[in-house]
């Protein structure tokens, strides 16, 4: 049970970030396909607000907003992955990139050019960017996301909670890493301006003076890499839920 002051420090806490919540949405929501409602990721949000106030525990040293944000976040990302509005075609089309891009590499030992990829599946190259845009457009995927702690785990090896798993969150990091390092130069600018700097595609594309949809291609190729080099992962993980 709680005290009155403590009931009512919550309500205050909860009243007073409100705003957090739809400032994390309206954030997510430019970055998924038009089928997600800022509502739902609102309401989601919402619930992760008010576990937050119910959780929080300010001896631990981090301060409410830091708390609720990782909070409300998490909740939001829970949300996306349960409801899943991604065709099952679109998911096909993601395990075969990650394949091919995979096969090249370990047959090349060099990062996969898109021609040879395209080749690889019998697909033009205009058709293949397009396919590598529409399969990357419904992956919730971003570092802060990955490695946020106490939150998401959709990434790296498994799901528990049990003695290994600071171990392999390190492992996994690690390897996330080296798989960003050892992406092409262009790659690896693109997503340190879209996630760390968190510029739009159009505000990336005049940084590099190109257009905004050879960046979308350039993003896109990028996560799909990075998906193919931590496919280890990411099948262990799958592999741990059935």
Request: glycine share 8%.
């Amino acid at each position: 049970m709680y005290t009155a002051a403590q009931q009512e420090e919550r309500e205050r806490l909860i009243n007073e970030h409100a705003g957090l919540v739809k400032r994390i949405a309206y954030h997510l929501i430019s970055r998924l396909p038009p089928s997600v409602q800022v509502e739902d990721l609102i309401q989601a949000g919402t619930v992760g607000l008010l576990e937050a106030a119910k959780k929080y525990d300010a001896s631990q040293g981090a301060s409410f907003d830091t708390y609720a944000g990782i909070r409300v976040r998490g909740a939001m990302l829970d949300e996306i992955r349960r409801s899943d509005w991604a065709p099952r075609s679109v998911h096909k089309n993601a395990r075969q990139i990650t394949e091919a891009i995979r096969e090249v590499e370990n047959r090349t030992g060099r990062s996969a050019r898109d021609a040879d990829v395209a080749e690889l599946m019998g697909l033009g190259l205009e058709d293949y960017h397009q396919m590598v845009r529409d399969s990357t457009s419904y992956q919730v995927f971003s570092f802060e996301d990955i490695t946020s702690e106490g939150e998401d785990k959709s990434f790296w090896k498994g799901g528990s909670s049990g003695p290994l798993e600071g171990f392999t969150r390190e492992e996994f990091k690690q390897a996330l890493a080296q798989g960003i390092a050892g992406l092409p130069e262009k790659e690896s600018l693109v997503l340190s301006l879209y996630y760390d700097e968190e510029l739009n595609l159009k505000e990336i594309g005049e940084v590099l003076a190109v257009s905004e949809s050879r960046v979308s291609q350039i993003h896109s190729q990028a996560l799909a890499r990075l998906r193919a080099r931590l496919a280890e992962w990411v099948d262990l993980e799958k592999e741990s839920k059935t």
